[in-house]
């Protein structure tokens, strides 16, 4: 890897494989440890409020004391439309509601990151403009059918099918939409390395 000297062994607070294989791919080893923590927040937050709140709630939720040379990586991601957070669906009718608001429209992915050590807390907020072309129902009803979608902010994945189909353009981080801004994640680890 091309931190092996990296002071700090890190942890990824995530149990997503999108994640893990988003933080591999910028050289740095680490452990993964899933951190189950509730994603409820106050009603009153928006937009990017949002993911930095929960990526600080889960990283407060870690079970175990960080050691002097250990850091923890926690993130959230939020799709943010018509000023309402589009989360996770918890069935197919919810997810064909987000796909259908998605669809001909602009949103923004915010994903907040927390990083912290023994002694240093560091938060920040990633944004990334996406911009649907309109979806047929069927088209809907086909991924909703044949992808993962309960898993993801906004019910969609930009990484699989619909991404290839239904995304005209991104203004922003493209590797912010699958739910790791990983190239300010690697600016923010150096420097809390230096």
């Known amino acids: 890897m091309l931190h092996l000297r990296y002071p ?16 591999s791919s910028i050289g740095f080893n680490f452990t ?7 994603e409820n927040f106050p009603a009153h937050l928006r937009a990017e409020e949002i993911p930095l709140y929960l990526a600080e709630k889960k990283s407060i939720a870690y079970r175990e004391p960080l050691k002097k040379n ?7 991601t939020v799709v943010w439309l018509n000023n309402q957070v ?26 907040g990151v927390c990083l912290r050590t023994e002694k240093i807390k560091k938060t920040f907020v ?6 649907f072309r309109e979806l047929k129902e ?3 009803e086909y991924y909703i059918h044949h992808y993962p979608v309960f898993d993801k902010a906004g ?3 930009a990484q699989d099918w619909i991404g290839c189909v239904a ?21 923010e680890l150096i420097r809390l390395a230096e």
């Open 8 to 23: 700090y062994s890190i942890i990824l607070g995530s149990a997503s494989p999108r994640r893990r294989d988003l933080l």
């Open 32 to 38: 993964v440890d899933p951190i189950n923590a509730d």
């Open 70 to 76: 250990e850091l923890l990586i926690t993130s959230d």
């Open 86 to 111: 589009l989360n996770k669906p918890e069935n197919h009718t919810e997810a064909k509601k987000m796909l259908l608001q998605l669809s001909g429209n602009c949103h923004t992915v915010y994903t």
């Open 126 to 131: 990633d944004a990334t403009k996406v911009y």
């Open 138 to 140: 069927e088209e809907i």
């Open 155 to 157: 019910s969609y994945g």
């Open 167 to 187: 995304i005209e353009r991104i203004e922003g981080s493209y590797f912010n939409v699958m739910g790791l801004p990983v190239n300010r994640l690697y600016d």
